[in-house]
């Protein structure tokens, strides 16, 4: 019985490892984290043409910041707010 233990809570600290890897807010804050920093670089680079087709607005700049802000709130949110692992049926 102990040795069926051992596996069941192997199985179970495995699972609760993959739920947080695949946790939907570590994808979405770490791609807008990703392309933030690229549009970022993008605006900060940003040529007087550029700048003049824009009407003097650096909008690249200007949305790269927002999806840096963005990308990192999700990625708090996850640090301070993990998903709890799912408790095993007792009833069962």
């Known amino acids: 019985m102990s040795e069926l233990h051992n596996e ?3 199985l179970e600290s495995k699972s609760a490892t993959a739920a947080r890897l695949f946790d939907i807010r570590r994808i979405i804050g ?3 984290v990703v392309y933030g920093v690229l549009v970022t670089i993008a605006g900060i ?3 007087d043409a550029d700048l003049k ?3 003097d607005i650096n909008i690249n700049l200007w949305t790269g910041l927002g999806m840096l802000a963005l990308g990192l709130f999700f990625l708090v949110w996850l640090k301070l707010r993990p998903i709890a692992p799912p408790t095993p049926d007792e009833s069962a």
């Open 45 to 47: 680079t940003a040529s």
């Open 53 to 55: 087709k824009a009407e």
């Open 30 to 32: 770490g791609l807008f």
């Open 8 to 10: 069941v809570s192997e």
